[in-house]
């Protein structure tokens, strides 16, 4: 398999129905975990599923879905398949302990790698899991994906959801979709039912509200969360009647109500001169 | 919000020199394809642009010749890349900026 230079033109995926992109302005908001539970989730509402880690510098995907093997990019038939969901990360072809330092041109290169040439076959929906900020990963991936929407995700506290604003304002720019802005980290409950916002309460709504978009939900905090995902047992999977995995259910149930409005813009019409 | 925006629903030659662009409002614009690459957002083209005039600029070879527009191409959904006959090609046209450039 060899990296080709990045097609300009939109990318087809023939047998990829919904490309559903996984944002945040801010790293450490929990991005890696929100997209792998959400593509289990929409796994679990019997939908075929894809997870792109687009994060070529720091793939969290292989510790999170327990890939810990990695190969030759032309070892072995891709996609990976782990708990039902079809699979493709960086993190599969190099070593964890291998830093890759490289400029833009080369991630953009690899993430059409991982578009145009990984048979995903028929899938309802392929997620992609971005890496933070609006570089490189995320222009390639507006430029030339089939991008449906995008899911907006970010923590209560002022200092993620001011990057959060940058995220959804360059999604407006590139005219990408906003599904809608989903709360990690919302609220801890304790045994008896009650709720405690450890880092302040609303933020993600009250900006999904300035931005007119919808607000897809609030995770709470489970240390189990954690836990699952260092163990490579994603937490929809390992523990689907938790309360997270109740809330990731019913932000996929959300995300595929959202995606479903049909919310994609045509692709531009085209000219040969 | 991005659907606010109006969007092209078709792009037209007109001779050699121009491009017409219906819009999703019914708008019709026309562009001269001079006007384009003089108005090229590329980060050099601006930074040209940008610079007093030197009246003692000496012209390059390629500037000798007639510029002419050698592929338009979509980018995302939200503008169009156009690959000149000089070979720049580093100019990403907004759908906003083509609004902006239409002639009046």
Known sequence: MQPHQPAAQK????????????????????????????????????????????????????????????????????????????????????????????????????????????????????????????????????????????????????????????????????????????????????????RHYLFGHAGGQKLAENASVPFLGEIPIDPKVAECGDRGDPIVHKYPDSEVAKAYLKLATTVATEVAKGARPEDLPGLAL | MSSQTPRPTNLAKDGDDKLIISWSDGLRTTHTWQNLRNNCPCASCREERLKPPDPFRILKPSELVPLNPVQIEPVGYYAYKITWSDGHDTGIFTLELLRELAEK
């Open chain 1, 11 to 194: 990318i087809a995926l023939p047998g990829v129905k919904n490309v559903v992109a996984v944002a945040s302005g801010k790293g450490g908001v929990g991005k890696s975990t929100v997209a792998t539970n959400l593509a289990l989730a929409l796994h679990m509402l019997g939908r075929r599923v894809g997870l792109l880690d687009a994060d070529i510098y720091g793939p969290s995907i292989p510790i999170m879905m327990n890939i810990k093997e990695t190969w030759e990019p032309n070892g072995r038939e891709w996609p990976l398949e782990q708990y039902g969901l079809k699979l493709m990360s960086m993190g599969f072809w190099v070593k964890p302990e291998v830093a890759m330092i490289w400029r833009g041109p080369m991630v953009a290169k690899y993430l059409t790698v991982f578009l145009t040439q990984i048979p995903w076959g028929e899938l309802d929906y392929l997620v992609i899991d971005l890496p933070p900020g609006t570089g490189d990963a995320q222009l390639t991936l507006t430029q030339t994906a089939p991008l449906s929407g995008a899911v907006i995700v970010t923590t209560p506290q002022d200092v993620s959801l001011i990057d959060a604003r940058k995220g959804l304002e360059m999604f407006r720019q590139v005219k990408v979709p906003v599904l809608g802005i989903v709360e990690n980290m919302s609220y801890f409950a304790t045994p008896d039912g009650k």
